[in-house]
């Protein structure tokens, strides 16, 4: 089958990889070479690094819907078109342009957590199993008829990066079972229920910060939900402080203070249960264990953050 392979960062490398294990990847379309890093460097994305390393044509359009970039898609005569994580919207135009039209993989058990941030969403809102879904596109956010899904158990201590890395690996499993499927004309089409959807936007800086005001597990699962990125943080003074991870605690005090230093943490009060603070990192320097970081700001116990 002639692909179109639509993609930016590590989570679409390996639903690539099997895509040139088993068909004619004719182009790949990813974001253009970003500058980042203290140099500010340009760097190409993990995409389309993957992509030169075998020899693949790559384009990098600003905006994949102008008519000149369509136009040269359109010349490719791809049978199908495969996005994962690309980042741009496709217009009806390219939706309609291929034979069996544009596959997608996203990762959550859809209609749960349409929109940029799923994975983030399925730790801080506590659920224990989540997944991904490859679907038929259309023109709305995540709308588009169910091909197939596979589940993926949250573990207790799970990372968004760790739950990341194991759902990049499945979808790309997924991705080859459903594309075996439509080319051999068996492919299963399921609608969504629109009405259970729920949506897991773009995450802000806001959505990662910590009040020590709420209860314990729900900081645990934010922490753990944000990181590695945008990593939750908190003010200490004025400054902004950012955790790594931690641990809840049935010890209880006020919310805010600095109960105990445990071990290489810090035990911080919340608004049920409290926190053990074991890796945080100040503004411009290195993320260090939370005895460390209060000794760095003389921090002793009955002191507030």
Request: with cysteine.
């Amino acid at each position: 089958m002639r692909i179109i392979f639509m993609g930016t960062p590590d989570f679409a490398v390996p639903s690539l990889e099997v895509l040139v294990e088993e068909h004619d990847v004719v182009a790949v379309v990813t974001q253009p070479d970003r500058r980042s890093g203290r140099g500010q460097r340009l760097r190409p994305s993990p995409v389309k690094e993957a992509a030169l390393k075998h020899g693949l044509t790559v384009l990098q359009p600003e905006k994949v819907g102008v008519p000149e970039v369509m136009d040269e898609l359109e010349a490719y005569g791809a049978d199908l078109f495969v996005v994962v994580a690309f980042g741009q919207k496709l217009p009806d135009r390219l939706l309609e342009m291929p034979k069996y039209g544009c596959v997608n993989v996203h990762s959550s058990l859809l209609p749960k957590y349409r929109g940029a941030a799923p994975i983030n969403a399925a730790i801080v809102q506590g659920d224990s199993v989540t997944g991904v879904t490859t679907m038929y596109m259309d023109s709305g956010w995540d709308t588009g008829d169910i091909i197939l899904q596979a589940e993926e158990p949250i573990l207790p201590r799970d990372t968004a990066g760790a739950l990341h890395d194991r759902l990049m690996v499945k979808g790309a499993e997924l991705l080859r079972e459903t594309v075996r499927q439509i080319a051999a004309g068996n492919a299963p089409r399921k609608p969504q229920d629109h009405g259970a959807a729920s949506y897991a936007f773009k995450l802000s800086k806001d959505d990662s910060y910590v009040d020590f005001k709420e209860p314990a597990d729900r900081l645990d699962r934010l922490i753990r939900g944000m990181n590695p990125w945008p990593l939750a943080y908190t003010y200490v003074g004025e400054e902004t402080v950012k955790i790594h991870e931690a641990l809840p605690s049935d010890a209880s005090g006020a919310p805010g203070e600095i109960l105990a230093l445990e071990g290489q943490g810090l035990l911080v009060g919340c608004g049920l249960g409290s926190l053990l603070l074991l890796k945080v990192q100040r503004p411009n320097a290195k993320a260090v264990s939370g005895v460390d970081f209060a000794n760095g700001l003389r921090l002793r116990v009955g002191d507030y953050l």
